[in-house]
T-cell receptor, first 113, second 116 residues
């Protein structure tokens, strides 16, 4: 799990809090992804960044705000979340262009009270 | 549109017996297909990948999968299950985009239980 790291691994927050999830990849990849994994539901792609530009936003509520300051780092800023946002949030990366294998981080287990 | 169907939501085997996890896919072109494994409270780990070089793909931990175009299947097998194989397994198809990224379409997952 050293290729893609995520911090924190666990996060508990109230609905009025603001927090951020961090993802870092050490693989020299040029695309990064946020996924949400809820119990009993398939993995949901939330955002895609390619070459630091957001290329996909899959109808994610505005209370989730991604940021990709460079090709190695990806953030997910959280504010005024709802209890149904409790889930495992996974980060992945892929690249270079044409290589479609995605490598995943260990995830952040988020609980919204 | 591409899609993946995992035919079993739960599979239970005894340690030392063979494992078969079934997956069917739908794709309008020759796809990239993957199997990922997720152990409890962990991220997804790549088991193996098919890219048309060979129909029988060998992966980590003794797993392999066979691509059968005529049956649109990509079943995952292992000759002898180990207790550490207990996990959730995802069959995945990839859709490439010209912007240098791809989208993974996940199956619903198969939970493998291994009994002593």
């Amino acid at each position: 799990e050293t290729g893609v790291t995520q911090t924190p691994r666990h996060l508990v927050m109230g609905m009025t809090n603001k927090k951020s999830l961090k993802c870092e990849q050490h693989l020299g990849h040029n695309a990064m992804y946020w996924y949400k994994q809820s119990a009993k539901k398939p993995l949901e792609l939330m955002f895609v960044y390619s070459l630091e530009e957001r290329v996909e936003n899959n109808s994610v509520p505005s209370r989730f705000s991604p940021e990709c300051p460079n090709s190695s780092h990806l953030f997910l800023h959280l504010h005024t979340l709802q209890p149904e946002d409790s889930a495992l949030y996974l980060c992945a990366s892929s690249g270079p262009s044409g290589e479609d294998t995605q490598y995943f981080g260990p995830g952040t287990r988020l609980t919204v009270l | 549109a591409q899609s993946v169907t995992q035919l079993d939501s739960h599979v239970s085997v005894s340690e030392g017996t063979p494992v078969l996890l079934r997956c069917n896919y739908s794709s309008s072109y020759s796809p990239s297909l993957f199997w990922y494994v997720q152990h409890p409270n962990k991220g997804l780990q790549l088991l193996l990948k098919y890219t048309s070089a060979a129909t029988l793909v060998k992966g980590i931990n003794g797993f392999e999968a066979e691509f059968k175009k005529s049956e649109t299947s990509f079943h995952l097998t292992k000759p002898s299950a180990h207790m550490s194989d207990a996990a959730e397994y995802f069959c995945v198809v990839s859709e490439k985009f010209s912007g240098g990224y791809n989208k993974l379409i996940f199956g619903a997952g198969t939970r493998l239980a291994v009994h002593p």
